[in-house]
């Protein structure tokens, strides 16, 4: 709060505040994110470990599919003339 008040008591402009705040609020904004990064992967990893647990609890309700191959993907090829 006290970094938003202006500055007229000490002479400064409202509208240029100077190198320092600058370098503050960056310095600032910089851990902000870093530590909001920081816990969003960790609530990712967390709900992937729970996926993968769940998932090796439950084998039946996800059973491995055979392979196909590429010719039974793909539709016969009819040229339309």
């Given amino acids: 709060l006290v970094l938003l008040m202006p500055n007229d008591r000490f002479g400064l ?4 505040p100077g190198v320092h ?22 609530i ?17 309700d996800f059973k491995a599919t055979e392979k196909k191959r590429i010719g039974e ?3 016969d090829f009819y040229p339309v003339r």
């Fill in 13 to 16: 402009s409202r509208h240029n």
């Fill in 21 to 42: 705040r600058q370098i503050l609020f960056t310095t600032v904004g910089w851990f902000v994110g870093y530590f909001l990064t920081k816990h969003t992967e960790y």
């Fill in 73 to 75: 993907l793909l539709e």
């Fill in 44 to 60: 990712h990893a967390k709900h992937d470990r729970e996926l993968f647990e769940y998932v090796k609890q439950h084998p039946e």
